[in-house]
């Protein structure tokens, strides 16, 4: 493990991904219909408190990306993460509310948390890790 890495370990919590995780299931950024808006300044406000510089860029009404920049301390390389907010319609099956994180031991059911909210709120809480261990 790098030394970089052993210094964020320590402040890596998987339970503030999961909490994470919780808030953007409850967003209904379903598309088509550009409702990404409220998680997009969801994850800019979580990415601010982190200590990025974070911008806003309009695509398309109601669909904003988020652009968050967290500088480094060294002269190291770039790393860029992308995913994405919206989400299919949840559609017809489900047994309990698509837009209310469920837990039933080690698993979690909600709409998008395979595509792409679960992997989206794994780079928020690595960001978190890496802002807080300087």
Same mark, same amino acid.
């Given at each position: 493990?790098s030394? @970089?890495?052993? =210094?964020?370990?320590p402040?890596?919590?998987p339970?503030?991904?999961?909490?994470?995780?919780? @808030?953007l299931?409850?967003?209904?950024? $379903?598309?088509?219909?550009?409702?990404?808006?409220?998680?997009a300044?969801y994850?800019?406000? $979580?990415?601010?408190?982190?200590g990025?510089? $974070?911008?806003?860029?309009?695509?398309?009404p109601?669909?904003?990306?988020?652009?968050a920049?967290?500088?480094g =301390? #060294?002269? #190291?390389?770039?790393?860029?993460?992308?995913?994405?907010? @919206?989400?299919?319609?949840?559609?017809? *099956?489900?047994?309990?509310?698509?837009?209310?994180?469920?837990r039933?031991?080690?698993?979690?059911?909600?709409?998008g948390?395979m595509d792409?909210? *679960?992997?989206?709120?794994?780079m928020?809480?690595?960001i978190?890790?890496?802002?807080?261990?300087?």
């Amino acid at each position: 493990m790098s030394e @970089d890495l052993r =210094t964020a370990a320590p402040v890596i919590r998987p339970e503030r991904t999961v909490e994470i995780l919780a @808030d953007l299931i409850r967003f209904q950024s $379903v598309n088509p219909s550009g409702t990404e808006g409220e998680a997009a300044a969801y994850v800019a406000q $979580v990415m601010r408190e982190a200590g990025c510089d $974070v911008e806003l860029q309009e695509i398309e009404p109601g669909r904003p990306n988020v652009i968050a920049r967290l500088k480094g =301390t #060294g002269g #190291g390389k770039t790393i860029i993460l992308n995913t994405h907010m @919206d989400v299919v319609p949840a559609g017809e *099956g489900w047994s309990s509310d698509p837009f209310t994180m469920l837990r039933k031991g080690d698993r979690v059911y909600g709409r998008g948390v395979m595509d792409a909210k *679960g992997p989206l709120a794994a780079m928020m809480a690595a960001i978190e890790a890496i802002a807080a261990s300087g």
